[in-house]
């Protein structure tokens, strides 16, 4: 029996998967790995090429989701639009907040020991 090698073109790969199946196995991934709301990221396929759009908070979650997709058998390319679209973090309550404790401080008693008389 003669044995020869098996080559990448003779192997059938997941590749031959059509858009919408490759659509579906790129949704649930991104759905199984990332901690966020699915309907952030919307996933397009056309012939293996998959382009990500939507907005997400944080840089780490846009290379995340494309690293996810990329894992994905029988993905060819990954084009990235997603925006990142911060959201407000507490700064501001934070600087009221400070704002605030300088106003009252003159008010309140101090806490420090005082010497005996």
Same mark, same amino acid.
């Given at each position: 029996?003669?044995?020869?090698?098996?080559?990448?073109? =003779?192997?059938?790969?997941?590749?031959?998967? =059509?858009? =919408? /199946?490759?659509?579906?196995?790129?949704?649930?991934?991104?759905?199984?790995?990332?901690?966020?709301?699915? =309907?952030?990221?919307?996933?397009? %396929?056309?012939?293996?090429?998959?382009?990500?759009?939507?907005?997400?908070?944080?840089?780490? /979650?846009?290379?995340?989701?494309?690293?996810?997709?990329?894992?994905?058998?029988? %993905?060819?390319?990954?084009?990235?639009?997603?925006?990142?679209?911060?959201?407000?973090?507490?700064v501001g309550v934070r600087r009221s907040h400070g704002l605030w404790y300088l106003r009252n401080a003159a008010r309140r008693p101090s806490r420090s020991p005082q010497a005996p008389r």
């Amino acid at each position: 029996m003669e044995t020869r090698p098996v080559w990448q073109r =003779d192997l059938i790969w997941e590749s031959e998967l =059509d858009s =919408d /199946q490759l659509k579906t196995e790129a949704a649930r991934a991104l759905e199984r790995e990332m901690a966020i709301a699915k =309907d952030e990221i919307k996933v397009a %396929v056309a012939e293996g090429w998959i382009t990500l759009t939507g907005n997400v908070e944080r840089p780490y /979650q846009r290379a995340q989701a494309e690293r996810i997709v990329r894992g994905v058998p029988g %993905v060819k390319r990954v084009i990235n639009s997603i925006a990142i679209e911060a959201k407000p973090s507490g700064v501001g309550v934070r600087r009221s907040h400070g704002l605030w404790y300088l106003r009252n401080a003159a008010r309140r008693p101090s806490r420090s020991p005082q010497a005996p008389r």
